[in-house]
């Protein structure tokens, strides 16, 4: 059957990059700004979550609304279900975008805007499968549900409340991540870390961190950072040649770019950019916040503004599997437990908050790390304000579910279906018997969350009729 899949997906190819150009051109980040009842993560969340279900309806599919948390595509009768899990909603786009990040653009058989490949790229042509399976008239003896997320990218509410209200199916896929197929997916910790404001000490002389932003997303890496210092010297013509000079041997040597800034009432402001990277993935990055905080650490900094620049600088920076933090561990199933710094702040008046993105091993009990977590940020003068975790994932390769996609993608392939780990989350690990299946092909690179996302518009076709078989093989 895979050849039929193949043709069936190619015939679609003109009506399918047709409206994958409208589905991307929705700006689909989480506003609360625009929040309302039925949209709970903004207008244009509810925007990309309402395309797929009309799409659905027109189709003649069953489809439903989930109080604007999640959406139903359905087709089929029978007991058991297989469950077809994707997302609309994106991360922020940050600055550098050869085109903008949504107004699609294609170049070289590659379409780029923010959500290509994570995941309104996929989800569409999960859709397109099941819409392919329809047509195929194929006898099958389960109920399929395309099952539409809205907050994966933030704090997975939407799964949360579809919960509440629907009912999970046990066996399926989720199109977010790579081929052959992700059995193992790391928990994840995520915990911010508050140094309070009455512990603050204002000083009256030497130097002050007035302020300090970097990251706007807690699973990815800050690719910018900015600072603003005060300092007795700063007025000094002498003080200023050797800052600059500083700050510009600093960059060279660390491959990075950045501005300083003197104003005449004689604060400082440093700005640094960095690479930014898939919070899973902190070590294929640049952490501009925790970067910056290393160079000013060469400043004498006293009390609060030490203990920040401190656990950036010191703790956190190049640390992406936690052994500062007492809390590195690995198993055979996933790899190393990994950290990245996602969010940064700092005031003189609010105090310091650092957000980190943990992600543990799949085999590894999560309490126990949360309990060494939390005494080294006691040791180190800081508190945990907030900590949200969610649990990890692991199917064993003996199941049905992973035989079947297995038999699916080498058949299409002809590659071996070797099974993969990740650090990522995918709304796989909801179902017991979930899989994150594609769609990127081994060997692409994938620039989810990064500037200039793309999806490869045969990539995408191949993957599609990969999905109609997985579909009719896991339903029949």
């Known amino acids: 059957m895979s050849e039929y899949w193949k043709q069936q997906?190619?015939?679609q190819r003109d009506r399918f990059v047709g409206e994958l150009?409208?589905?991307?051109?929705?700006?689909?980040?989480?506003?609360?700004?625009?929040?309302?009842?039925?949209?709970?993560?903004?207008?244009?969340?509810?925007?990309?979550?309402?395309?797929?279900?009309?799409?659905?309806?027109?189709?003649?599919?069953?489809?439903?609304?989930?109080?604007?948390?999640?959406?139903?595509?359905?087709?089929?009768?029978?007991?058991?279900?297989?469950?077809?899990?994707?997302?609309?909603?994106?991360?922020?786009?940050?600055?550098?975008?050869?085109?903008?990040?949504?107004?699609?653009?294609?170049?070289?058989?590659?379409?780029?805007?923010?959500?290509?490949?994570?995941?309104?790229?996929?989800?569409?042509?999960?859709?397109?499968?099941?819409?392919?399976?329809?047509?195929?008239?194929?006898?099958?003896?389960?109920?399929?549900?395309?099952?539409?997320?809205?907050?994966?990218?933030?704090?997975?509410?939407?799964?949360?409340?579809?919960?509440?209200?629907?009912?999970?199916?046990?066996?399926?896929?989720?199109?977010?991540?790579?081929?052959?197929?992700?059995?193992?997916?790391?928990?994840?910790i995520n915990p911010t870390l508050a140094l309070l404001v009455q512990e603050l000490?204002?000083?009256?002389?030497?130097?002050?961190?007035?302020?300090?932003?970097?990251?706007?997303?807690?699973?990815s890496v800050p690719e910018k950072a900015t600072a603003v210092v005060s300092a007795e010297q700063s007025l000094n013509a002498e003080w200023q040649r050797e800052m600059t000079a500083s700050w510009e041997a600093f960059l060279h040597a660390e491959a990075a770019t950045g501005h300083v800034d003197i104003s005449e009432a004689g604060e400082v402001m440093f700005r640094l950019h960095g690479k930014p990277a898939h919070g899973m993935i902190p070590q294929q990055g640049k952490n501009a916040g925790t970067l910056l905080a290393y160079f000013l650490l060469s400043l004498?900094?006293?009390?609060?503004?030490?203990?920040?620049?401190?656990?950036?600088?010191?703790?956190?920076?190049?640390?992406?599997?936690?052994?500062?933090?007492?809390?590195?561990c690995e198993d055979e199933v996933s790899g190393k437990l990994s950290v990245n710094a996602g969010i940064l702040r700092y005031s003189r008046s609010d105090g310091g908050s650092v957000r980190l993105n943990i992600r543990y091993p799949a085999t590894v009990a999560c309490e126990e790390y949360v309990e060494k977590l939390k005494r080294r940020v006691e040791e180190l003068g800081w508190k945990i304000s907030h900590l949200r975790t969610s649990k990890s994932?692991?199917?064993?390769?003996?199941?049905?579910?992973?035989?079947?996609?297995?038999?699916?993608?080498?058949?299409?392939?002809?590659?071996?279906?070797?099974?993969?780990?990740?650090?990522?989350?995918?709304?796989?690990?909801?179902?017991?018997?979930?899989?994150?299946f594609g769609p990127l092909f081994p060997g692409k690179e994938s620039m989810a969350h990064l500037t200039d996302e793309y999806a490869e518009i045969d990539d995408l076709l191949r993957a599609m009729a990969i999905y109609a078989d997985a579909i009719s093989e896991l339903a029949k």
Not at 303 to 314: E, H, M, Q, R
Request: contains cysteine; aromatic residues 10%; proline residues 5%.
């Open 393 to 436: 994932h692991y199917v064993p390769k003996d199941r049905p579910v992973i035989q079947a996609l297995s038999r699916v993608y080498e058949e299409h392939t002809g590659l071996q279906a070797n099974l993969l780990s990740s650090g990522g989350a995918t709304y796989a690990k909801i179902m017991s018997e979930g899989v994150a």
């Open 201 to 219: 000490e204002v000083e009256s002389a030497g130097y002050q961190l007035l302020s300090f932003v970097s990251g706007d997303q807690g699973n």
């Open 21 to 188: 150009l409208s589905f991307l051109s929705i700006n689909s980040i989480e506003d609360m700004t625009t929040a309302a009842e039925g949209k709970p993560f903004g207008e244009g969340v509810a925007q990309a979550l309402e395309y797929l279900l009309a799409r659905g309806e027109s189709d003649g599919f069953r489809t439903k609304n989930v109080d604007g948390y999640a959406g139903v595509i359905e087709y089929g009768e029978g007991e058991e279900e297989i469950g077809v899990l994707v997302h609309v909603d994106v991360v922020t786009v940050g600055d550098g975008w050869t085109t903008p990040p949504f107004e699609p653009n294609i170049r070289d058989g590659r379409i780029y805007s923010r959500g290509a490949i994570d995941d309104k790229g996929p989800a569409l042509a999960a859709y397109y499968a099941l819409k392919m399976v329809k047509d195929s008239r194929l006898p099958l003896s389960k109920k399929v549900r395309l099952i539409i997320g809205t907050d994966e990218e933030s704090g997975w509410l939407c799964m949360k409340h579809f919960a509440e209200h629907d009912k999970v199916p046990e066996v399926g896929f989720s199109p977010d991540s790579s081929f052959p197929m992700t059995h193992a997916e790391k928990g994840q």
């Open 9 to 11: 997906a190619l015939s």
């Open 300 to 328: 004498p900094f006293k009390a609060s503004d030490y203990s920040f620049l401190s656990l950036l600088g010191k703790v956190l920076h190049e640390d992406y599997y936690g052994q500062n933090l007492h809390i590195a």
